[in-house]
């Protein structure tokens, strides 16, 4: 919704550089992992998912690492642009199928 | 295609009053989800429907939330006597079966005055 982000940790990149934003998780016995995207005023948007069975995952100028010894996860997005600007959410999943969101990170990338 | 609805975008009521809000979820996706998203934070988990029943509720804070999904597509979250505490955006998301990925709606913005 708007001014989401608000008191959120913030990242910021200068255009063009890669960009790691990390996510700690709670629950072991979660198996489906997910990231989201969310604009000011907007829904959150699917970015890349991963099942705890791998522990990488890439898509387009996306990856996302699964370390389930230390139940951390992170994405990271190459080259990163103006249009990334926003707040990402984590969301870990076990059988109960309702997503677990995290806090939330800003990101904000200047030229 | 198209994707998850939600209407209002907005709604503002008085405290005590009755709202509805409508989710109408991606065509052929039989799991729908209601969240809650207050400001600064991530979205928390309300009530999730399988077709029309509703498979899972715990996430409902108290007897005033209700849900209902009568011909297992289109969603109503009702709240009754309404709260300054319900302000938030309510999020709806539908999922295809056998997959895991939710789909979100743009959300309402409910304001209690």
């Known amino acids: 919704g708007e001014n989401v982000g608000l008191h959120l940790p913030t990242l910021s990149v200068q255009e063009g550089d890669n960009s790691i934003i990390n996510c700690a998780y709670s629950n072991s016995a979660s198996d489906y992992f997910i990231w989201y995207k969310q604009e000011s005023g907007k829904g959150p948007q699917f970015i890349i998912d991963?099942?705890?069975?791998?522990d990488k995952r890439q898509g387009q100028r996306v990856t996302v690492l699964l370390n389930k010894t230390v139940k951390h996860l992170s994405l990271q997005i190459a080259a990163t642009q103006p249009g990334d600007s926003a707040v990402y959410f984590c969301?870990?999943?076990?059988?109960?199928?309702?997503?677990?969101f995290g806090t939330g990170t800003r990101l904000q990338v200047f030229p | 295609g198209a994707g998850v609805s939600q209407t209002p975008s907005n709604k503002v009521t008085e405290k005590g009053k009755y709202v509805e809000l409508r989710c109408d979820p991606i065509s052929g996706h039989t799991a729908l989800y209601w969240y809650r998203q207050s400001l600064g934070q991530g979205p928390e988990f309300l009530i999730y429907f399988q077709g029309t029943g509703a498979a899972d509720d715990s996430g409902l804070p108290n007897d005033r939330f209700f849900a209902v999904r009568p011909e297992g597509s289109v969603s109503t979250l009702k709240i009754q006597r309404t709260e300054r505490g319900d302000s938030a955006v309510y999020l709806c998301?539908?999922?295809?079966?056998?997959?895991?990925?939710?789909?979100f709606g743009p959300g309402t913005r409910l304001t209690v005055l």
């Open positions: 991963i099942r705890s069975n791998m």
């Open positions: 969301a870990e999943k076990d059988n109960t199928d309702k997503l677990i």
């Open positions: 998301a539908s999922r295809l079966a056998g997959g895991d990925t939710q789909y």
